[in-house]
């Protein structure tokens, strides 16, 4: 096998990737071969010649993402061995059974391939690349999915427009590599859901609020319910089968309050106790009466997707916590969230409770929430944390 091109550190730069974080950083790096492409397998050395690791190249402040640690070459098995282990996981977490077929099946560096990410729908897998090096190996990996023994994934969409970094200039392009379009109905704990993989947000579907989409449910019996940042509608159809009086349902996307509807309905055909609202969610807030609503969901997109945005991003989260506050009916339940991965659990935590403060409600936590099992967090990367929520108890 041809030997891959060889980054040398600067001396004391191999400390992180012996601690196995996979991230080799540009700063770290004392010079790069001659002709080396974005994309490149590479071998990691030391200033002491000490094989690292080996892993994808790019341009960037992430100069390598390391895919297998203290060898200098993969094995002829690597992507049908991760993910035969990334499967089992999921297994054993029993999310592959008859009443849930949609599930995170690789999450990055949670399953130790940085850069990868794939959600299984039914027999459909949609496959995300965010480093170049996935991009190239794209019909490797989606090979390796239809081959998986149990998984009967006959379809691989790839979906990577929007995800890989643009000064790669890589001009990707969303399409199946493996199969088509058969249906787009995949079933989460017994609910039915819409996805649409193909122009939808993210994969189609935000898998990563699964159990916290179950956890609301056990609250909303009796309960007047308020979902702002719908999108699918996920909340929503899981408070309306856990006993809600009624559900208002808000977005500012015409096309994710149609599949909001189309969600209800495929669940609760002619439902008559939810509404949609294609609006602008402070709006909403601002416009709706005090003590409408005694449950509330926040999961707004990220208002901080860069360190550059955080400042402005935290004054989001206090003026939208706030304005709930203030409207929500005493002892009403909220259920806040950041999917923001620049901001923290504390920083999160800390925009909450001022709001909190500069409302004069007495706030109690019921619960602190994360993202579920299948979006895993390997010990070494603790970056791999995003999602954070709270559910709190509004006096």
Known sequence: MK???IIILKPGKEESLLRHHPWVFSGAVARLPENLEEGDLVTVVSSDNRILGCGHYQIGSIAVRILEFFTDKLP????????LEA???RRSLNLVRPDNNCYRLVHGEGDFLPGLVVDIYGDTAVMQAHSPGMHFMRNEIADALTTLPY???RNVYYKSETTLPFKAQLDPHNDYLIGGYDGNVAMENGLNFNIDWMKGQKTGFFLDQRENRHLLEKFASGRKVLNMFCYTGGFSVYALRGGALHVDSVDSSAKAVALT??????NFPQCATHTSHATDAFKFLDDMKKDEYDLIILDPPAFAKHRSALKNGLIGYRKLNGKAFDKIKKGGILFTFSCSQVVTREAFRLAVFS?????????RILHQLTQPADHPIDISHPEGEYLKGLVLYVE
């Open 355 to 363: 709001a909190a403060a500069k409302s004069g409600r007495k706030v």
């Open 261 to 266: 509807d189309a969600n209800i309905e495929l």
């Open 76 to 83: 002829d098995d690597f992507f049908s061995s991760r993910l």
């Open 3 to 5: 030997k891959y091109p």
């Open 151 to 153: 998984a009967k994934i």
């Open 87 to 89: 499967y089992q996981l």
